[in-house]
Structure formats: C-alpha cells, structure tokens
C-alpha cells in the first residue's frame, strides 16, 4: 500500500507542476517570478532523479553519482524552476547515452560577483 500512497502523491505533484507550467504559458510574455525559498540542493536534484528514472523504463538502467565533499548544499532558490532544469539535463543526459547512462553531479564552493 504505500507504494500506492507514494504514486498517489507523484500524481498530485505532477498535476500541481502541470497547472503551473499552463499559467506560465499563458503568462508568456509576463516577466518570470522566481518563487525562492531555502532548499536543499541535493534533495531536488534526488527528487528529480527518482521521478525521472521510475516514470519511464530504459534499456539498461541509469546511474547518479554525487560529489557535493564539504559543500553546503542549502541556497535560497526556486526549487519548481531547479526541478525543471535538473529534469531536462538528466534526461538530455540519459538520452544521448549508448548503453548504460552515469550521470554525475558535482558541486564545488563559488562566490558570486555582482
């Protein structure tokens, strides 16, 4: 039963994302309001990956590799918007792969200049 509970959820957050992505749409012409909250990197991208990878079947299954070593992965972002992209570079990823896809993630401290 909670694998049922868990895809019940799934579905409700792809509806949600997909009422967004319409409004966006619409709104097209209308500059883009990030909605940014404190996240957990990581979280998102592991979120995104676990979404990904059961939603469709690959021949051979894909991997994620994370180096994230002294790196705090908390930031002030849009986490829908981070999904989004995290999405895209893991399935182009998984896409232009022959055999088996190994995606890694690496994360190294920067300072931004503004």
């Known amino acids: 039963m909670p694998a049922a509970l868990e895809l ?10 997909l009422r967004r992505l319409h409004e966006e749409v619409r709104n097209y012409a209308a500059p883009i309001e990030l909605e ?3 996240w957990d990197l990581g979280s998102i991208w ?5 979404s990904l990878t059961s939603a ?8 994620l590799a994370e ?3 002294h790196v705090d992965l908390k930031c002030d972002v849009d986490g ?7 999405r895209n570079l893991f399935d182009n990823s998984i896409a232009a792969c022959r055999g ?15």
């Open 46 to 50: 592991r979120q995104t990956w676990r």
């Open 100 to 114: 088996p896809a190994r995606v890694e993630v690496e994360c190294t401290d920067c300072e931004l200049q503004g």
């Open 67 to 69: 180096s994230t070593t």
């Open 8 to 17: 019940i959820e799934r579905l409700k957050k792809a509806g949600a994302d």
């Open 56 to 63: 469709q079947s690959y021949e051979h299954a894909p991997s």
């Open 80 to 86: 829908f918007r981070l999904d989004q992209v995290f």
């Open 36 to 38: 940014r909250d404190r």
